[in-house]
């Protein structure tokens, strides 16, 4: 009986072991494939062991404008997020405080619908109003990945808190919006966490959007590590150490708001 | 009490109008007059002005063979992956759903794929399924079988990418069951315990039933998603080699972007928007009928 427990108990960290190696592998080749240089990467038989180097990452940070493309996957989360934030919050509440839900189906359409379908008319019209490859166009396509994402867990959370929280003050003679500003808005910290960490990271990831609508000026760092690899000679140790720049931020923010993360991917599915 | 202003008796309006509006102009405009372009022949290369031509862009892209295809690969895709990341996801949710030592750590590693750039993801695997230098065909040779062209052979290239997205999305499925299991009432499993049943028959019977709305819920998000899979093939692939891996989205997106028939892609997109909407509906009913 005892042995058969330990038997149990090893075969169930094997499992443990064996799912986590392969879930990391890709990353920890990514990584150590970054580190070496391009005569090791293109040996046969593959090499596990070698001299690092950090010549692809001089590279890629020196020569090949990555600093602006980071900036402008920076600068178009933050403010497809901001705005998203801005539109999303306040139809967030009336969703949850009047039940809405033909709205919020309206908006998490947005979600579930093909990108593609929105892209090709987004493309005739950008064009026409001179908007190709201008920040306007950029925010305004990603406000569309953000926006459906904010209100589908806004409009959670905000269900969660007790309607007594806004209607005593109401009571007391405040105006709704003052109390959503000032007592609902303050109770939402983790909420919005949640909403912003998600949303962040689906724009930064964003291929499709920015690969029609962003040229040398606002490209974004999925196309510049997808322009990469459209050479001729694949320089794979630039790429990997590109690879692992565009996924250090995601992973650092996922890392630090793990709980919220969790929170957000699985809300919705799992009926609270 | 005075009387509510203005801005608070329509608060209800006042409220979601600028979202309304948003997505009004980004999402709904661009749907009517993607569906409007496929009635008419234009082509952004040729510099002519569109002419209507009623359904002809219909007859022209449903009679051709490669269209045909490519809705085959889009829904042989999705059954695949979908399939396999459902049995997978749960059957690791299953195993984990215990305490352990490490799990918080374990689940972090979970989140990890699906916080991963799809475009990097992709070429990463590019790497791995190299055939002259790639760590898929050294593994091969280990263990003693011939090697292979993965993505380079039209014979492959489905399967090896059903295997990326089987990669970065199982896990997706393994953390929602999670969370589902952790909501489940211990109560009947007790019952079933103190009743003698099998810790294979709890699942089986008791476990598996409670918890497959949520299932449902996951595989179904999961099939939306899988419909619309763009950045892997795109980036490994570009839906070649030939048109071996051409799913809707890439179709559309070729038409769109690299021959500028907009008259045609507008068919495509338009096929691709019906086949996710249907879908979604579908889940909405389901999702409807499963509440209690």
């Known amino acids: 009986m005892q042995n058969k427990k330990v038997l149990s108990n090893v075969l169930f960290y094997v499992m443990v072991v064996a799912i986590a190696l392969i879930v990391l592998f890709p990353f920890l080749w990514m990584l150590s494939s970054s580190f070496k240089t391009q005569v090791d990467i293109i040996s046969w038989p593959p090499k596990f062991f070698f001299a690092p180097t950090l010549q692809n990452y001089q590279k890629v940070f020196g020569e090949q404008d990555f600093l602006k493309y980071f900036m402008n996957s920076t600068i178009i989360g933050v403010f497809s997020v901001g705005l998203s934030l801005l539109l999303g919050l306040p139809a967030a509440y009336t969703i949850a405080r009047f039940t809405q839900t033909r709205l919020a189906v309206f908006i998490l359409l947005a979600r579930l619908m093909p990108g593609i379908s929105f892209l090709m008319p987004w493309y005739i019209v950008f064009s026409r109003l001179n908007l190709m490859d201008s920040y306007v166009a950029l925010i305004l396509s990603h406000m569309l990945i953000a926006l459906p994402i904010v209100v589908w867990i806004m409009s959670t959370y905000f269900a969660t808190i007790p309607r007594e929280m806004e209607e005593s003050a109401m009571v007391d003679g405040a105006t709704r919006q003052y109390a959503f500003l000032k007592i609902i808005l303050p109770l939402s910290g983790p909420g919005i966490i949640t909403a912003t960490t998600l949303s962040f990271i689906f724009s930064w990831n964003n291929f499709m959007f920015s690969q029609v609508l962003s040229m040398e000026k606002t490209k974004t760092l999925p196309i510049a590590v997808y322009n990469f690899v459209s050479y001729a000679e694949v320089d794979w140790g630039g790429v990997m150490a590109a690879a692992v ?8 923010l996922t890392m630090i708001f793990q709980k919220y993360v969790v929170k957000g991917l699985t809300m919705g599915a799992v009926k609270g | 009490m005075s009387k509510p202003s203005f801005t608070e008796r329509n608060l209800q309006i006042l409220f979601p109008l600028p979202a309304i509006i948003f997505v009004a102009l980004l999402m709904i405009f661009p749907i009517l007059y993607t569906l409007f372009l496929s009635f008419t022949n234009w082509n952004l290369t040729s510099g002519n002005p569109f002419t209507f031509v009623g359904f002809n862009s219909y007859f022209r892209i449903f009679t051709e063979p490669r269209f045909l295809n490519a809705v085959a690969r889009t829904f042989a895709f999705t059954f695949f992956a979908v399939v396999i990341e459902g049995v997978l996801g749960v059957a690791i949710a299953v195993i984990l759903n215990r305490a352990f030592f490490g799990k918080s750590l374990a689940k972090l590693l979970l ?10 993801v992709g070429i990463v695997f590019n790497l791995f399924y190299d055939p002259t230098i790639g760590l898929a065909n050294f593994v091969l040779q280990s263990i003693g079988l011939p090697q292979g062209l993965w993505v380079s052979n039209a014979a492959t290239v489905i399967p090896s990418l059903i295997l990326v997205d089987v990669w970065q999305w199982t896990p997706m499925i393994t953390l929602i069951v999670l969370a589902g299991l952790a909501g489940l009432s211990e109560e009947p499993i007790e019952a079933a315990r103190v009743d003698g049943a099998s810790e294979w028959q709890i699942l089986r019977l008791v476990t598996l039933p409670m918890v497959m709305p949520v299932i449902l819920t996951a595989v179904i998000l999961r099939l939306i998603d ?47 928007f019906c086949v996710v909407f249907g879908c979604s509906l579908g889940i909405m009913k389901l999702r409807a009928a499963s509440e209690i």
């Open chain 2, 226 to 272: 899988a419909l619309k899979t763009f950045d892997i093939i795109f980036a490994m692939t570009g839906g070649g080699p030939g048109y071996a891996s051409e799913t809707l989205n890439i179709m559309g997106f070729k038409y769109s972007f690299e021959y500028f028939r907009m008259g045609q892609s507008s068919v495509i997109l338009v096929v691709l």
């Open chain 1, 245 to 252: 720049a565009i996924m250090a931020p995601a992973i650092v």
């Open chain 2, 111 to 120: 989140l990890l794929p699906l916080v991963a750039t799809p475009v990097a």
